[in-house]
T-cell receptor
C-alpha cells in the first residue's frame, strides 16, 4: 500500500534562517506531488505541485521554492524565512488520475 | 479559474442530530468532488468523493449529493458523534490529475 512521510512534525526557526522540509511517498511510482500551506484557522493554499522529476509549478509567488530530485521525493525550501512563513505545511500525493489526494501528517512551522 | 465556496464556516450540532455542509463551484467542467476531514494537528483525510456522473453516494453515516445544474454539492452526516468534530473541506477538480480547488473549510462541533 502507499504511504506518505513528512518531516519534521514541528519546527521553530528564527527569521532569516533557511528551511528544508522533506516529503517522500512509498508504494507508487510517478505520483503527482503537492505542497500546501494552511495558516491558523484557514483553508488550504496550494504552493507548488509536480507531475514528474524536475517539473515544478508554482501557484503563489513567495520566498519559498520546491524541488523534486527523485520520483517520490518532494522538498520545500527557503533561503531566508519570514515571520509570515509560519503555518502548517502539508505534502500530498495523487496517482495522477481523478482520485483524491492523500495528505501527509503535516509540519507545523513557527518562525520567531 | 475554478472557485469553490463553502457554507457554513462553523456549525454546531447536538450529538445524534444531522449536519449538512454545502459547497458551490463555478467551473462547469469540474467533474470530481472529494470531501476531506481534518482533525486538530493532523493532515486532511479523504472521507468520501463523488463524480459528476453520479447524483448521490453514501457510506454509512455520511453521504454526498451533487446537483450539476446548480453547481453545488453537499456533505450530509447523520447521527453525529463527538468524534465527527473536525474541520471539513470540499474540493473540485476537472479530473485526470488536474489540481484540486479547495473550499475554505467548515468547523463542525458536535456537542454531547
Amino acid at each position: 500500500s502507499q504511504t506518505i512521510h513528512q518531516w519534521p512534525a514541528t519546527l521553530v526557526q528564527p527569521v532569516g534562517s533557511p528551511l528544508s522540509l522533506e516529503c517522500t511517498v512509498e508504494g507508487t511510482s510517478n505520483p503527482n506531488l503537492y505542497w500546501y500551506r494552511q495558516a491558523a484557522g484557514r483553508g488550504l493554499q496550494l504552493l507548488f505541485y509536480s507531475v514528474g522529476i524536475g517539473q515544478i509549478s508554482s501557484e503563489v509567488p513567495q520566498n519559498l521554492s520546491a524541488s523534486r530530485p527523485q520520483d517520490r521525493q518532494f522538498i520545500l525550501s527557503s533561503k531566508k524565512l519570514l515571520l509570515s512563513d509560519s503555518g502548517f505545511y502539508l505534502c500530498a500525493w495523487s496517482p495522477g488520475r481523478d482520485r483524491g489526494y492523500t495528505f501527509g501528517s503535516g509540519t507545523r512551522l513557527t518562525v520567531v | 479559474g475554478e472557485n469553490v465556496e463553502q457554507h457554513p464556516s462553523t456549525l454546531s450540532v447536538q450529538e445524534g442530530d444531522s449536519a449538512v455542509i454545502k459547497c458551490t463551484y463555478s467551473d462547469s467542467a469540474s467533474n470530481y468532488f472529494p470531501w476531506y476531514k481534518q482533525e486538530l494537528g493532523k493532515g486532511p483525510q479523504l472521507i468520501i468523493d463523488i463524480r459528476s456522473n453520479v447524483g448521490e453516494k453514501k457510506d454509512q453515516r455520511i453521504a454526498v449529493t451533487l446537483n450539476k445544474t446548480a453547481k453545488h454539492f453537499s456533505l450530509h452526516i447523520t447521527e453525529t458523534q463527538p468524534e465527527d468534530s473536525a474541520v471539513y473541506f470540499c474540493a473540485a477538480s476537472k479530473g485526470y490529475g488536474q489540481n484540486f480547488v479547495f473550499g475554505p473549510g467548515t468547523r463542525l462541533s458536535v456537542l454531547p
